[in-house]
């Protein structure tokens, strides 16, 4: 290679790198900062283990309802709370 093909080239590398340098500060520190996005909600609590499950009805998928009242009287029952949307 040439003196002046590889002066071209290391040129090249560190303009590459410098941008991606840009990039990744334009990306991770000018972005919305918490505190301008708004209030942040209290930490939600609920039952802790051992403590009793609060009553609840609840809808269905299909459109009924279900209670706690109505799943204990089955017997035991596992309850996923868990959001996939």
């Given amino acids: 290679m040439t003196r002046m093909r590889r002066e ?15 990039s990744f500060y ?7 900062q ?14 802790l283990a051992g403590e009793p499950l ?8 299909d459109g009924d309802r279900v209670s706690k009242r109505e799943l204990v009287s089955k017997g035991p029952f596992l309850l996923n709370l868990t959001s996939y949307t």
């Fill in 8 to 22: 071209t080239a290391v040129a090249a590398a560190g303009v590459a790198s410098g941008l991606m340098a840009l």
């Fill in 26 to 32: 334009w990306t991770f520190f000018t972005g919305p």
């Fill in 34 to 47: 918490p505190e301008k996005v708004g209030p942040v909600a209290p930490p939600r609590t609920g039952p």
């Fill in 54 to 61: 609060p009553e609840f009805d609840l809808p269905t998928t």
